[in-house]
């Protein structure tokens, strides 16, 4: 058996031999090393996989929006080259590592990181994309993996298990109507019961898949509300980021946990909103929120200050005219830290 060729990548922990006909690079490497249980069979769902490729995809859409010097048209078309390819199932050995791994997901956020910016290179014919820098601009594992699992529970629900429910749904109401004329004796436990026709029970069956038909689609909605604002407050973060030279937002992996009203988190309101995500080293610190007054505002970062915190927050205007809420809020910080 000929020996596998391979090629040297390289990362912050040095230097590490990957598969060379293999798009991913070091990080994955090490965790395909590292947790060789179940691999080939608990590999990551490809489900999971196609979704962090819409997720990507949109990421580079709204980064080139909002921050055209950073992600050129080049880098965003390469991106989503890559991220169609890879919904395509064209890039599906690329994909090896298994669950068990963080808890946030973290290498195989990079698997796909290290895929899509690797085969971009190769469709470029250049060293145009890098793994952290371009593809994951703005993100985190702790907002994309729990986004990348919303976005295929949707896909999950709308394409296979709703079309499916509904083609069960439409046989029971045409075995209903075929069954109205046959009568039946009805049954409770071993004990014959009241006669029925047999259109009345596949009604009970009908009515019961119906009913689950309608709670699904109830448990889609709140499913992509989280998709759309997760991605909706990145871009708002990344605008932020862009106005502000960077000084205040790059907490963009606590933006997940903020949105879902992490114990960790506060939410004071008043010309915008600021979140501060605090260690939980720091959580004896912690005041309550108030009622969003300059007051409160001295004493929360007076906190934060005494519990070591890094000061780096992220800000979210709360109302139609972010940029404007964003501005105050902007003003608001300075004001306190040089108070």
């Not at 598969?19 to 069979?41: L, V």
């Not at 800000?315 to 300075?334: K, M, N, Q, T, V």
């Amino acid at each position: 058996m000929p020996e596998e060729k391979m090629r040297i990548e390289h990362d912050s922990m040095g230097e590490i031999a990957v598969p060379a006909d293999k798009y991913w690079g070091a990080q994955t490497e090490r965790s395909r090393r590292n947790f060789p249980a179940g691999a080939g069979h608990e590999t990551m769902p490809e489900e999971i996989l196609r979704a962090f490729a819409v997720l990507k995809k949109a990421a580079a859409e709204a980064n080139r929006a909002l921050v055209p010097q950073r992600m050129t048209e080049e880098k965003c078309a390469a991106i989503s080259r890559a991220c169609d390819e890879i919904l395509a199932g064209q890039l599906d050995g690329n994909f090896p590592l298994v669950v068990f791994q963080t808890g946030s997901g973290t290498q195989s956020n990079m698997n796909v990181n290290e895929v899509v910016a690797n085969r971009g290179n190769a469709i470029t014919g250049k060293k145009l994309l890098h793994p952290n820098d371009d593809v994951n601009m703005s993100q985190s594992s702790n907002d994309t993996f729990p986004t990348a699992m919303h976005i295929a529970a949707v896909i999950a629900l709308e394409e296979n298990l709703l079309p499916a429910c509904e083609s069960f749904a439409q046989t029971l109401r045409r075995l209903e109507a075929e069954n109205e004329d046959v009568l039946k004796v009805g049954r409770t436990h071993l004990q014959d019961a009241v006669p029925l026709r047999f259109s009345q029970e596949i009604s009970g069956w009908r009515a019961s898949v119906e009913t689950d038909i309608e709670l699904l689609r109830a448990a889609v909605e709140p499913l992509r509300a989280a998709e759309c604002n997760i991605i909706h407050h990145v871009a708002e973060a990344q605008y932020l980021a862009q106005r502000s030279g960077q000084r205040n937002v790059w907490a963009l992996a606590d933006l997940y946990h903020m949105m879902q009203g992490n114990e960790n988190c506060a939410a004071i309101e008043e010309r915008g909103v600021i979140h501060c995500h605090i260690a939980d080293r720091a959580r004896r610190f912690y005041p309550a929120a108030g009622d969003g007054s300059e007051g409160d505002y001295k004493a929360f970062f007076a906190a934060l200050q005494k519990s070591g915190y890094d000061g780096r927050v992220s800000i979210e205007g709360s109302c139609e005219d972010f940029a404007r809420d964003a501005e105050a809020s902007f003003a608001l910080l300075d004001a306190l830290r040089r108070a």
